[in-house]
């Protein structure tokens, strides 16, 4: 059976980007959890964004389901948003940082 590769699935997700700042989803600790299940190629994504009141919630979504379908053997792709925890600063990656000029 043909294997859904994690490291490309998060190469998709950082394709996708905050509506509010520049950097991707991914190195800014938007991205909770990666939930793969290789029997049925379903892909579920748990993840939250920088504010509470993001009016484009519904179009992050769509487009993480998107890019995330496109990778190879993925059948199918949800995304579960939550805001617990709440989102901070400390969850970016050191690159995210850098590339915000944050250190």
């Not at 980007?17 to 950097?23: F, T």
């Not at 939550?82 to 940082?97: I, L, V, Y």
Request: glycine share 6%.
């Amino acid at each position: 059976m043909p294997q859904i590769n994690e490291a490309e699935v998060i190469e998709a997700l950082r394709e996708c980007y905050d509506p509010e700042i520049p950097v991707n989803i991914y190195d800014l600790g938007l991205v909770y959890g990666i939930d793969i299940n290789q029997e049925t190629g379903h892909v579920h994504i748990k993840m939250t964004l920088t504010s509470l009141g993001c009016p484009l919630v519904g179009d992050v979504m769509s487009e993480v389901e998107m890019r995330v379908s496109q990778v190879e053997n993925v059948k199918s792709c949800d995304v579960e948003m939550t805001f617990d925890p709440p989102w901070t600063p400390d969850r970016m990656s050191e690159d995210a940082k850098w590339e915000l000029g944050l250190i």
